[in-house]
């Protein structure tokens, strides 16, 4: 640095006073300044919103410095980078987890207090950020913060959705979606970075250049919009470093559109122009279903392209030598839904870098690892091939290309098989001829990652076969983590401060394993107390929230059953509703001396069903519907009870799970590829009823079959089974509920024929009917049984948090990073 930068900058230092103060004075004077100078208010009159905008602007100044002193320290000693690219992030509520993880949580609780003001409180006024749909999408945000906690040199891209998930509101009880315009109260954690902002170009055709004695090609774009970047700071635990989210919002473009000016009509030319904002307006709310719309393939690309173009800028920056990509950079996609950033490397390499097609592929090859989360075929995403080439002519011709190579080896080393060459081309031949996009992504990704062993199990023997045969070495596995942070620190706080006593320290905060240290006290009569207790708060909590959201009053000493998470007929919500029906006819029917033995349940159900699936919406309306007939029926007070929570989310999850006695996560085995809910669960002590499918299996290892209500066909059964289903009958309590269903019990009979036609009749594809018996066995014998003898239940209890360390997402991305990534922590100095 020359001199007379090094004087420019130190009397910059000088004039900046260090850093800001984390004293309750300095923090104090923080939220007043906020408050006058940022939300505007007189710092003599403002009220809880406006206390939780200064207080969030307050932490985010203390996330800025550190974010700053991060990527500097990152510049300087230029590691291997991390590139995380996906289309959903489910984020939640940011304010509790940035100042825990800053390390200034109380602190701030305390400034407040003397400000009149409650911490909690004020969290309480932060929106949901749901730029996701369901696991896969918190995936993604747990990853962040695990990454983030362990130093690695990561970055998060994504899209800034005007629109996130949308909001569920139950009008009697059917669902209907109500768009979340989550961006109307202001987003305080995102910076606009206006200078950061790429061209991005659609449709047009591709020419051929002459260039240095060759040709290239050139893409003439029909239309260009920009991207601008929105910076979202994440903070580590433990640690100063603070890593990047970065999401693109669309802006139209300077360069959009020259010639309709001309013509004229400049106030149209300008609602034209405003159309460039769709691009990054709307998340897509059906996961798992990929349906082929325009507006979803220019989605992908756009966010694809400007992260591809943010990282090529930030590689040129400090580098001049393309060989050395792949040393320092890895860039692993989500799904397949960020893969068109394969051929977009491939093109700015070959067609504006100007690197030979060996060059350009022999670097893609080396840098692109992902992750897939699905078991069925038909989730898979296909773009139709007359689409793509419209909207993307040159990528179109790259994709050929690979396939045409591709093609080309699998022949050498196959031989002619043309049903296998059929199968395993990038490009599908049929009605509609169409790209299958997991196809690109396993020829180009030197790592394919299933989220459970037996979800690899299934991927190598079924979904992938051919190309396990063709490269098994491609093929790995990382199980499901979730991050300790949000689920227990900031959403069980109570439970943390037992945790840590009992430990003696805090420091499983960032190293799970520790946990482990808890079965030694599993059976001391004074944890399991203390335990009792701080679960007992948080059942009245959720009975407080139930009261709030649905008016309903139930009982803290009821045993609190839930099942939450995106209605789908594979997770079988059914089973579920079933259950409840034919434990409600039993109760009914009891004397009284039997119902004296009854342990009282509140049946919690929430989740959201995508708007155009019509089979998980009558689920939600089955489920509305008994529980009208059980809540009404006086013969039933408070035995049984059955909730369904509205606008299921990441904040209502926190409220929720710490408060369960028993969650289920019931899915037809073979279906769930991990299943995240029931590590939350887990982590707070909860017990899980489930089947033996995804990374349930792994939780058995860990805390033994004794420890949980598990029931169920097996993976391996399933096949079989199904054949069976279609010739034999019902068990008798199974055909019995399902008639109450069909014969008007609960009203809406003819609304609910498509959804009893679906699993009677040889058609349970699902295996509800055979696995019922079971099913209930699991919740009256085990489940009811040991909810008797509370000593053994807390024992289980503490056994459940006790074996929950590996299903932290540390132990996750920490296993990417060493297989996958291979990349190291850089930690930012204090
Ligand atoms: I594919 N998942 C999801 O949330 N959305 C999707 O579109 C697809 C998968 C989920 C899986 O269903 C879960 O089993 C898994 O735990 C989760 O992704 C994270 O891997």
Partial sequence: ESGEGKAKAERMFSLMDGFLKNDPISLQKDILDHVEYTVARSRFSFDDFEAYQALSHSVR????????????????????????????????????????????????????????????????????????????????????????????????????????????????????????????????????????????????????????????????????????????????????????????????????????????????????????????????????????????????????????????????????????????????????????????????????????????????????????????????????????????????????????????????HFGLDFNRLSRMSIVEEGAVKSIRMANLSIVCCHTVNGVSRVHLDILKTKVFKDFYELWPQKFHYKTNGVTQRRWLVVSNPGLCGLISKWLGTDAWIRDMDLLMGLRDHAVDAELQQEWKMVRRINKIRLAEFIEAMTGMKVSPDAMFDVQIKRIHEYKRQLLNILGIIYRYDCIKNMKESDRRKVVPRVCIIGGKAAPGYKMAKKIIKLCHAVGETINNDSDIGDLLKLVFIPDYNVSVAELVIPGSDISQHISTAGHEASGTGSMKFLMNGCLLLATADGATIEIIEEIGEDNMFLFGAKVHEVPKLREKAQNHGMPLQFARALKMVRDGYFDYEDYFKSLCDSIEGGGDFYLLGNDFASYLEAQQAAADKAFVDQERWTKMSILSTAGSGRFSSDRTVGEYAHQTWGIEPCRCPF
């Fill in 61 to 412: 100044d203390r996330l800025i410095e550190r974010w700053h002193d991060t990527h500097a320290y990152f510049k300087r000693k230029d590691p291997k980078r991390l590139y995380f690219l996906s289309l959903e992030f489910l984020m939640g509520r940011s304010l509790s987890n940035s100042a825990i993880n800053l390390g200034i949580r109380d602190q701030y609780a305390d400034a407040l207090n003397q400000l009149g003001f409650e911490f909690e409180v004020l969290a309480e006024q932060e929106g949901d950020a749901a730029q996701g749909n369901g696991g896969l999408a918190r995936f993604s945000a747990c990853h962040m913060d695990s990454l983030a906690t362990m130093d690695f040199p990561a970055w998060g891209y994504g899209l800034r959705y005007q629109y996130g998930l949308f909001r569920q509101v139950i009008l009697d009880g059917f669902q209907h979606e109500q768009p979340d315009y989550w961006l109307n109260f202001g987003n305080p954690w995102e910076t606009e970075r206006i200078p950061v902002s790429y061209a991005v170009k659609f449709y047009g055709t591709v020419e051929e250049k002459d260039f240095n004695g060759g040709k290239c090609k050139v893409w003439v774009p029909g239309e260009t919009v920009e991207a601008v970047a929105y910076d979202n700071p994440i903070p580590g635990y433990g640690t100063r470093n603070t890593i990047n989210l970065r999401l693109w919002s669309a802006k139209p473009s300077d360069l959009y559109d020259m010639e309709s000016y001309d013509t004229g009509d400049y106030i149209n030319a300008v609602i034209n122009r405003q159309k460039a904002e769709t691009i990054s307006s709307v998340l897509y709310p059906d996961d798992r279903s990929y349906q082929g719309k325009e507006l979803r393939l220019k989605q992908q690309y756009f966010f694809v392209s400007a992260s591809v173009q943010d990282i090529i800028r930030r590689f040129k920056d400090s580098h001049n030598d393309f060989n050395q990509f792949p040393e320092k950079v890895a860039l692993q996609l989500n799904d397949t839904h960020p893969s068109l950033a394969i051929p977009e490397v491939m093109r700015v390499l070959v067609d504006e870098e100007l690197l030979s097609w060996k060059q350009a592929w022999d670097i893609v090859c080396k840098i692109f690892s992902c992750t897939t989360h699905t078991v069925v075929p038909e989730g898979l995403e296909k773009i139709p091939v007359d689409l793509l080439g419209s909207v993307l002519p040159r990528h179109l011709q790259i994709i050929f290309d690979i396939n045409l190579s591709f093609v080309e080896e699998l022949k050498k």
